[in-house]
């Protein structure tokens, strides 16, 4: 792999180690010394598989789909589904596509010069303060409203169009199916993020020879209803379930779904925003591409069941608080601060 497309996270990486080392002992801890961050992980986890096919059948087996989901939803908060409409040629096409991308000079990711969207590239995570808090990897992030945008990339557009409509029509239907388990009324997140801040992101996770001292994405939980993620073969997502973290098992026929901070809210912890990472590889590249389901910025998130765990807030709020949070701490903290009996300090005020 050509050097000139890396992002200087090793530069950064040592930048870290070297201020967090001065500051506490004056003593830099030097690539020589072990400093292991990454928790030990149980063993490989598959995940429930949902099979959307049911959904097309009689109504036992469309209810026997729902109820499986509805399940996954409460004991996972992650789950795999198959038959999920996203043909694999779309699919390998849009892995493609990102692998295209990845491949651009830094120096052209850098200055927004790949897809001509201002902020779209990110890389390491910026605002973090300790060698623990960087991700080893690299993004574009984007708004869903603005694919459309990437006009001067002839296969690119297309591809990433088609995979944009058909997550989206899928986290859609997911979101309804769950919503329902819980007496909502069908439109109820159509009419909420149909115009909203979902986005799309790709993800590649370079080679790291800090494998065990750094994460390839920090932990973290989804700020989103709900989360679809294409992971290919290669390994390296884990997830914490009671207090222990399993590492997830890819199926390169299955979309991975997943519940985001706001579905919690919602379903008023009856389905859990589950912390989530990914580990880093000395030896392995890793791509991935997810789309997150979000509503608009003054749609306002509140439990549909009583008596509520949280107060309620808009979308906005929860993420101006996010990004309090992050820039002075270098963490998300994210729900907790919305606790109706929430003894934490508010940042913003």
């Not at 990110?122 to 690299?138: C, F, K, L, T, Y």
């Not at 791509?287 to 749609?299: G, I, K, L």
Request: net charge negative; aromatic share 10%; with cysteine.
């Amino acid at each position: 792999m050509s050097m000139e497309i890396e992002p200087p996270l090793q530069v950064r990486y040592y930048a870290l180690m070297k201020e967090e080392s001065e500051s506490k002992n004056g003593r830099w801890v030097g690539e020589e010394e072990e400093r292991e961050v990454v928790e030990e992980c149980e063993e490989e986890e598959e995940l429930p598989v949902i099979d959307l096919g049911l959904l097309k059948m009689g109504n036992s087996e469309r209810e026997k789909c729902k109820s499986e989901m509805v399940e996954a939803a409460r004991n996972w908060g992650f789950f795999q589904v198959l038959n999920h409409g996203v043909p694999e040629r779309v699919l390998k096409g849009m892995m493609y596509e990102q692998e295209k991308v990845f491949n651009q000079p830094f120096a052209k990711k850098s200055l927004s010069n790949v897809l001509n969207m201002a902020g779209t590239y990110r890389w390491g995570n910026p605002v973090a303060m300790s060698p623990s808090q960087i991700s080893w990897s690299e993004a574009f992030h984007m708004a869903v409203l603005e694919v459309s945008n990437l006009g001067e990339h002839v296969t690119l557009r297309p591809t990433m169009e088609a995979v944009v409509k058909k997550f989206g029509r899928l986290a859609e239907s997911i979101a309804e199916i769950l919503g329902q388990s819980l007496g909502i009324k069908s439109s109820y997140f159509k009419e909420r993020c149909e115009k909203g801040r979902s986005s799309f992101r790709l993800n590649r996770y370079p080679p790291c020879p800090f494998a065990s001292q750094v994460y390839g994405l920090i932990p973290h939980t989804d700020s989103d209803y709900l989360t679809i993620l294409y992971q290919a073969q290669v390994s390296g997502l884990q997830l914490m379930k009671d207090g222990k973290w399993f590492s997830v098992k890819p199926n390169p026929k299955a979309l991975l779904v997943n519940i985001g901070d706001l579905f919690q809210v919602v379903s008023n912890d009856a389905f859990r925003s589950l912390k989530h990472r990914v580990v880093a590889s000395e030896a392995v590249e890793r791509f991935s591409f997810a789309y997150f389901y979000s509503p608009s910025d003054d749609v306002m998130i509140e439990s549909y069941t009583k008596p509520s765990i949280y107060r309620q807030f808009s979308y906005k709020e929860y993420r101006q608080q996010i990004e309090k949070d992050v820039e002075k701490t270098g963490n998300k903290v994210g729900l907790p601060r919305f606790l109706l009996h929430n003894m934490l300090p508010h940042l913003g005020q």
